[in-house]
């Protein structure tokens, strides 16, 4: 028995929190990068020149996910209550990150340890992008679910397949922040990113490959549903063809190429994901039709939030990168 459609308004907020989620690994998911790059040197000219790269966006950034978390709870709160019992660790330790994170950012500088806040801002940033693959991970593997509620135990999601998914992502935000430092830097950073783009590159490539095999073996629904979809290996396809480009174009030292290819891998992960989870939202027994909120409610929420409050994070986040873009103005380059 084929599961219900979902109705037009509930397509369109699964559809919101997609596009939200995706925007918000790529524009976080950058200074996240640069964050854990942040702890491989401890070069003060380098540590000071990217912070200086992500100090207009980060926060900024970091408002997609509080509106894929808001989003969630008013329009699928049945995914909501599985999803936070499931990942109240997760949840916690990303809470975490972000926290220390965002007070080393500000802190760091301005008096008392200089080393204990630049230590929270790259430990932070690795914490979050840890718990975030780890998430995926789990959701891959299915979430034990009984009578509508999470029926597995707290450390669910810490099985090889999370953590090789954390792991993966550590190395796919790195990869990102590097092609932003090479995109923004005009000094010695620039050839330091190039540097270590390559690494990160490699890690991600080989903690994917593992990933992979494990899913195969352990992820049966994942497979079942690919076998249905064989189209879906289109969106591996693109993104080997995107990994290649982002390492052709650090050999070649084209600025823009790896951070644009790194972006483009990450659309094509996304894309591979949805076509294994569609229309699961949380796999394999939640549905967007069966989780969507009443109709009075998604309706209420169309005019208010889906009108208003997204275009209006989505304008901010469009015109602070266009006012900031181009190279970093330091001072003799």
């Given amino acids: 028995m084929s599961p219900a459609a979902p109705s037009d308004l509930a397509l369109f907020w699964a559809g919101a929190i997609a596009f939200s989620i995706i925007v918000y690994v790529v524009l976080d998911g950058f200074d996240l990068g640069v964050g854990m790059l942040f702890g491989a040197t401890r070069d003060p000219e380098l540590r000071e020149e990217m912070m200086g790269s992500i100090s207009p966006f980060w926060d900024g950034n970091e408002t997609w996910l509080i509106v894929v978390g808001a989003s969630l709870f008013a329009a699928f709160p049945a995914v909501y209550a599985i999803f936070l019992p499931a990942f109240y660790f997760p949840v916690l330790l990303l809470l975490f990150g972000l926290m220390f994170r965002g007070v080393a950012f500000e802190f760091r500088g301005r008096g008392g340890p200089s080393s204990l806040w630049s230590a929270g801002f790259w430990i932070g940033s690795g914490l979050v992008a840890f718990v975030q693959g780890a998430a995926v991970g789990a959701m891959i593997l299915g979430i034990p679910i009984k009578d509508n509620q999470y029926a597995g135990g707290p450390f669910e999601w810490l099985r090889p397949l999370p953590v090789l998914c954390g792991i993966g992502l550590m190395f796919g935000?790195?990869?990102?922040?590097?092609?932003?430092?090479?995109?923004?830097?005009?000094?010695?950073?620039?050839?330091?990113?190039?540097?270590?783009?390559?690494?990160?590159?490699?890690?991600?490539?080989?903690t994917l490959f593992l990933a992979t095999i494990v899913t195969l073996v352990q992820a049966q629904g994942v497979v079942m549903r690919l076998t249905e979809r064989p189209w879906a290996a289109l969106f591996a396809l693109a993104g080997a063809l995107s990994l290649f480009g982002a390492l052709r174009g650090v050999k070649s030292r084209r600025d823009g190429q790896p951070f644009a290819f790194t972006i483009l891998f990450f659309l094509s992960a996304f894309g591979f994901l949805a076509a294994a989870f569609w229309p699961f939202m949380i796999p394999y027994s939640v549905t967007v039709a069966s989780a969507a909120a009443p109709e009075s409610s998604l309706s209420f929420l169309f005019w208010g939030a889906g009108l208003v409050a997204l275009p209006v994070v989505l304008i901010y986040s469009v015109v602070v990168h266009a006012v900031f873009w181009g190279k970093l103005r330091i001072q003799g380059h």
């Fill in 173 to 206: 935000y790195g990869l990102l922040g590097a092609g932003w430092l090479i995109l923004k830097s005009p000094t010695r950073l620039r050839d330091w990113a190039y540097q270590r783009a390559p690494f990160l590159a490699g890690g991600m490539a080989a």
